[in-house]
């Protein structure tokens, strides 16, 4: 069967993580049809806009697209291509699995958490307004209907991959509101839905400390789209970095794969990124195709060369010395 599949390179070391990936993928024989289209800093030069119409238009009809890191600008310039995403294509659900890895050594060695981050509402809808000189508001956005959404995606999750247990992470002690209707949406899907998924709720601020003195003790973790985005960042830091997971965006009627560190323009062009957290994405995304044997012998490989620990097949990063195609090729090698 062939797929067909967007491809978005980005900016900074996005082209080189890209073309990595896409070997990788090709290397396990599954047919897929890539389709380059330009979004970020990149395409404004090319197209006049960072998201132009066309690259819409393409995922709507192929349904699929894997994305390299994009640049956005911090307190001015263009809105973010990645905000813009998951808005115009409903993608309301964002999924990073975070896991402990061998070879790679950190404080944790018990990490198995997946992050369930509702992706279009929130502090993130972008409603800001100027009150007046020096005074700035900016209105979060909570409805039923996205709640109930992404608490029934997350509860869906954990039946299909046999997770036990569920936690949100909230601040309805203050938001009573828009928190508390959350809150309350989520437990309405759990007790219709999931009532043998154990459930939990904490307060946003305890649980980052509870996540940082025994991360073992969770398993998936359910948040509306501000804390979403700071605590899988979170998470990240507990297996290595941004670095080695991946993200996926996914709504009723398409999904987008991507890495989900920077651009790192001081690197790009210099062979010297690891395009690991893009590969894994892309993991992800042939999972999603149906494509898990393919996904399962690169999950393998990857999982190989890191747990060989050659500094020759390892990027600086992770503390070896390989490049980005050294990287690549020691993976292709273990797919055979």
């Known amino acids: 069967m062939r797929h067909a599949v967007c491809l978005i390179k980005g900016d ?44 819409k238009a393409a995922i709507r009809e192929t349904k699929v697209a894997l994305k390299g890191p994009v640049t956005t600008p911090i307190g001015q310039g263009f809105r973010s291509v990645n905000v813009q995403l998951r ?4 993608l309301y659900a964002a999924i990073r699995p975070v896991r402990s890895m061998d070879g790679i050594k950190t404080r944790y060695d018990n990490v198995d958490i997946v992050v369930f981050r509702e992706n279009t509402e929130g502090l993130y809808s972008g409603i800001e307004n100027t009150v007046t000189e020096g005074v700035v508001t900016s209105l979060k956005v909570c409805t039923r209907k996205a709640s109930e959404r992404i608490a029934r995606a997350a509860f869906r999750y954990c039946k299909e991959r046999k997770r036990k247990k569920l936690t949100v992470f909230h601040k309805a002690n ?22 043998e998924i154990e459930y ?11 996540l940082v003195r025994d991360p073992g003790q969770f398993d998936v973790l359910l948040l509306e789209n501000l804390y979403g985005d700071v605590i899988s960042d979170l998470c990240a830091g507990l297996v290595g970095g941004l670095g080695v997971v991946p993200g996926a965006n996914i709504g009723d009627e398409a999904a987008v794969f991507e890495a989900v560190h920077g651009s790192a323009p001081d690197i790009a062009g210099q062979n010297v990124a690891n395009p690991l957290a893009l590969i894994m994405s892309g993991v992800m995304m042939l999972r999603h195709l149906g494509e898990k044997k393919a996904a399962l012998r690169i999950r393998d490989a990857y999982n190989a060369v890191l747990q060989a620990g050659n500094p020759a097949e390892i990027t600086r990063d992770l503390g070896g010395q390989a490049s980005t195609g050294a990287f690549t090729e020691a993976l292709i090698r273990q797919l055979g």
């Open 12 to 55: 900074g070391i996005g082209p080189e993580v890209a073309e990595a990936t896409q070997q990788v993928i090709d290397a396990t024989g599954v047919a897929i049809d890539w389709q380059d289209l330009p979004a970020g800093a990149a395409a404004v030069e090319s197209h006049g806009d960072v998201l132009p119409e066309m690259t």
């Open 87 to 90: 808005q115009e294509l409903n």
């Open 174 to 195: 203050i938001m009573k509101l828009t928190d508390g209707l959350f809150l309350e949406s989520v437990r309405k899907v759990h007790a219709k839905m999931a009532p």
């Open 200 to 210: 939990q709720e904490l307060i946003i601020d305890n649980g980052c400390m509870q």
